[in-house]
C-alpha cells in the first residue's frame, strides 16, 4: 500500500518496543551492492528503511546489518510489509517496513534488550 496512513496502522499493531537508530550498511545478502536506504528505526521483530526507491510489499530478501553500540552481526531474511512514496505533501520519510522472518531468538533478545535500554 501506498497510503501515507499505512505506517500509522502498522505502528498501531506493533507488539515490539522501537527505537530511533541509523544502522550504516544494511547489505542485502547474495548482492554485490549495498541497499539504496538506511534503517531509521529497529525492534527485535522487523526495522524501517528509508529509501527514495521503496520496495515493494511481498518482496522478501536476505539481509545483514550491525547494530551500533553492540557487537551483534545480524544476518536473517525479511519481507517487506508496508512501503511509502516520496511525496513533497506529506513530512514523512520515503522507505519501507520490513519483519524479520527467520532472526535468531538470541539475537532478538539482544535487540529487545537493547532497544528497552534506550527508552
Same mark, same amino acid.
Given at each position: 500500500?501506498?497510503?501515507?496512513?499505512?505506517?500509522?496502522?502498522?505502528?498501531?499493531?506493533?507488539?515490539?518496543?522501537?527505537?530511533?537508530?541509523?544502522?550504516?550498511?544494511?547489505?542485502?545478502?547474495?548482492? @554485490?551492492?549495498?541497499?539504496?536506504?538506511?534503517?531509521?528505526?529497529?525492534?527485535?521483530?522487523?526495522?524501517?528503511?528509508?529509501?527514495?526507491?521503496?520496495?515493494?510489499?511481498?518482496?522478501?530478501?536476505?539481509?545483514?546489518?550491525?547494530? @551500533?553500540?553492540?557487537?551483534?552481526?545480524?544476518?536473517?531474511?525479511?519481507?517487506?510489509?508496508?512501503?511509502?512514496?516520496?511525496?513533497?505533501?506529506?513530512?514523512?520519510?520515503?522507505?519501507?517496513?520490513?519483519?524479520?522472518?527467520?532472526? @535468531?531468538?538470541?539475537?532478538?533478545?539482544?535487540?529487545?534488550?537493547?532497544?528497552?535500554?534506550?527508552?
Amino acid at each position: 500500500m501506498e497510503s501515507p496512513e499505512t505506517p500509522k496502522k502498522a505502528l498501531n499493531r506493533r507488539r515490539a518496543l522501537r527505537s530511533p537508530i541509523i544502522v550504516f550498511k544494511v547489505k542485502q545478502e547474495g548482492a @554485490p551492492e549495498h541497499l539504496f536506504g538506511y534503517a531509521k528505526d529497529i525492534s527485535c521483530t522487523g526495522l524501517f528503511i528509508t529509501s527514495i526507491n521503496p520496495r515493494t510489499p511481498g518482496e522478501q530478501f536476505a539481509i545483514s546489518f550491525q547494530i @551500533p553500540d553492540i557487537q551483534i552481526k545480524v544476518r536473517c531474511r525479511c519481507e517487506v510489509v508496508w512501503m511509502r512514496k516520496y511525496d513533497p505533501k506529506i513530512k514523512a520519510e520515503a522507505g519501507y517496513g520490513v519483519r524479520f522472518l527467520d532472526i @535468531p531468538e538470541d539475537v532478538a533478545q539482544t535487540i529487545d534488550a537493547w532497544v528497552t535500554q534506550k527508552k
